[in-house]
């Protein structure tokens, strides 16, 4: 029989932990080992118990959670998924959290609403099962630094049509700056589906446009995809791509959520490759789930050169797991050599 994932509860609300509880006791492979009303609690806990996964509050007496986590990844790692309502309401707190190591960030639901209970309860054991595959990547000691890459040469210069698609989910958003910090000024055209809450995306965008020289947005309905433009799909809505003449732009839509996401990696990714074909480069990152795998295998029917993050430098290899068990991934690179070997692909076919 396959050992339980064991779980430890670090949150100041009786309520929520025994909620939390009822939850994991309908679960056959997951027990709740302990419950924390407070950090300092919490630690000790950690050190008995050693759990599998810790579910962790922001708001609490004593020490709040994001400085819990940063000492508790210093001294005792352990897969952490936050879980607050803070996660909506600030997007310091939800980047903070990531940066101090979360895996996963969870929004609480309103205890009285039955609807949202059920949906964010079965949301919440699939993280949990998840998270507890995830493993620790010490994304920091990669390089960040802006590579030595020359600007408007001549192996960039027929970027113009070239087109790049990016998936990624959960460890994203510091794989996302290893790879952008590999990339020269006229970086081609770039649209990426991250998975993150409404709001979140433009503040993520905001601080990746901050980081380097060419331009990140949040996309909005109708902007040009262009060299020296990254696009990041907005929360909550899913991202496509059209052409117009010679050029191509964004379209933005609220179908229905699919692998339970909005947006989802796997409607910008078909449409690539419905438009871009051959001059499309895919790649799927680090991240829970199968988001991407079917979108990346139809652009490389298409023509596309398709790369997928290699399992050692993932946080999580579901999505890129899948893309390569489908059979739509031409190479399997560490995070950190993508950028390099797009680069040179780049510069093959200018002098084809």
């Not at 932990?17 to 009303?37: C, M, P, Q």
């Not at 794989?175 to 590999?182: C, H, P, R």
């Not at 998975?195 to 909005?220: C, D, I, R, W």
């Not at 399997?332 to 510069?347: T, V």
């Amino acid at each position: 029989m396959a050992q339980k994932i064991r779980v430890l509860i670090v949150d100041d609300s009786a309520v929520i932990r025994r909620f939390l509880e009822k939850i994991f006791t309908n679960t056959t492979d997951i027990e709740v080992v302990g419950t924390a009303s407070d950090p300092y609690i919490g630690r000790d806990k950690l050190v008995e118990l050693k759990p599998d996964v810790m579910i962790l509050d922001v708001e609490m007496p004593r020490m709040d959670g994001i400085s819990f986590l940063t000492k508790v990844m210093e001294h005792f790692p352990t897969r952490t998924i936050i879980f607050s309502s803070l996660a909506k309401a600030g997007s310091e707190t939800y980047f903070g959290a990531l940066e101090a190591g979360a895996i996963e960030i969870m929004e609480k639901p309103s205890l009285d609403v039955s609807h949202s209970l059920e949906e964010q309860s079965k949301n919440l054991v699939d993280k949990i099962r998840e998270v507890a595959k995830a493993r620790f990547i010490p994304l920091k000691k990669m390089p960040t630094t802006r590579l030595n890459v020359p600007k408007n040469t001549t192996s960039m210069a027929k970027t113009t049509h070239q087109m790049i698609a990016i998936a990624s989910s959960t460890g994203g958003t510091e794989a996302l700056k290893v790879f952008l910090a590999g990339m020269p000024t006229n970086i081609p055209g770039t649209v990426i589906v991250q998975h993150m809450p409404p709001g979140f995306t433009k503040s993520f965008s905001s601080a990746l446009n901050n980081l380097f020289p060419f331009e990140v947005k949040e996309a909005q309905e109708g902007d040009q995809i262009v060299p020296g433009r990254v696009l990041l799909a907005p929360g909550n809505y899913h991202m496509e791509i059209v052409r117009s003449g010679a050029f191509y732009y964004v379209t933005l839509n609220q179908a229905a959520t699919l692998h339970n996401v909005r947006p989802a990696a796997d409607y910008l990714m078909k449409s690539v490759a419905k438009h871009v074909g051959k001059n499309a480069i895919g790649v799927v990152l680090t991240g829970m789930g199968k988001d991407g795998a079917e979108g990346i295998l139809e652009m490389n029917k298409a023509g596309s050169y398709t790369i997928a993050q290699n399992e050692e430098t993932c946080v999580v290899y579901g999505m890129p797991g899948s893309a390569v068990a489908l059979g739509g991934i031409e190479k399997i690179l560490p995070l950190d050599r993508i950028a390099g070997d797009i680069l040179k692909h780049l510069n093959d076919r200018s002098h084809d």
